[in-house]
């Protein structure tokens, strides 16, 4: 599940940032691919998506990425990330509660059961 942000910066000159998340494995300090991407969410600096993914992954994982962005007309600037270790993930165990997004200064990231 992908929850909730708050506290996210505003980046748009114009009106608030429009945040998404994406979501990418990563091998060997690279991003392999992207698996799951978040809807748009315009001009709020404390998005709640309530997404759910089902994301069998059947190879090995160093981490998974999720990375805040704000969207704009012609690209999408970065916000923050946080991200989950393939030994963690390999345990099983449920992983949820607020996380702080790294690059940001205050921003937090939430997801639940995942």
């Not at 505003?10 to 991003?31: I, W």
């Not at 992983?95 to 990231?109: P, T």
């Amino acid at each position: 599940h992908i929850l909730e942000a708050r506290n996210l910066p505003n980046l748009d000159s114009v009106g608030l940032s429009d945040p998404y998340v994406t979501v990418d494995v990563y091998r060997n300090g690279r991003s392999m691919c992207r698996i799951a991407k978040t809807r748009i969410i315009d001009d709020n600096l404390n998005p709640q998506w309530e997404e759910v993914f089902r994301l069998p992954i059947c190879y090995r994982v160093d981490e998974l990425r999720f990375k805040v962005k704000d969207k704009d007309v012609m690209s999408a600037e970065y916000i923050g990330f946080m991200s989950i270790s393939g030994k963690v993930l390999a345990t099983g165990d449920n992983i949820e509660g607020w996380f702080d997004l790294k690059a940001s200064r205050k921003a937090m990231f939430k997801t639940l059961d995942f």
